[in-house]
């Protein structure tokens, strides 16, 4: 009875030992290739992002934006007004906000622009804008290159319109 018992402890105890050993095999694997992902977008990612870093002038010179990372995204912000005071001579104020309570904010320092991120082939960064005029949200992509960045706005994927902002800083 003893010789069976350990018979069946020593195949017991090969099959863990084979188990153990696919186990740590599959996560050295899992690991590895897990590595190589990060390492292979990393870079491309973190390239996309700094080209987009800095102070942006809109195409039609009405205002500054400045791209700059929020957390682990990016985000823009309005820095610069060309007509910073109104008719009235206080600070231009959100006034189309559709949600009341945020008409009194200034459009100086304004967050236009949040959850910029590169998209999956690292190709433009994607997120959403704040169009200040109509008080809407809209999707919006930015290939920047250079001292130049294609910004497009677009509502629902294809009423898209488009402008080249060139780099202020």
Known sequence: MKTCLSADLAISNST?????????TLLYVAIVSTLLAVMSVTPASAQLREKAFGVWAEENGEAH???????????????????PIDDNGRPQMDLNNPNPALRARPMLGLLIMAGL?????NAYLEGQVYNSEDGKIYD???TPEGDTMEVEGCLMKFLCDSQTWTRVR
């Open 140 to 142: 919006i992509y930015l």
């Open 65 to 83: 934006i400045e791209i700059a990372p929020c957390e682990d995204k990016l985000c823009g912000r309005i820095v610069w007004l060309k007509k």
């Open 117 to 121: 991120q590169p998209n999956d082939d």
């Open 16 to 24: 863990r030992s084979m188990t153990k050993t696919r186990r740590l």
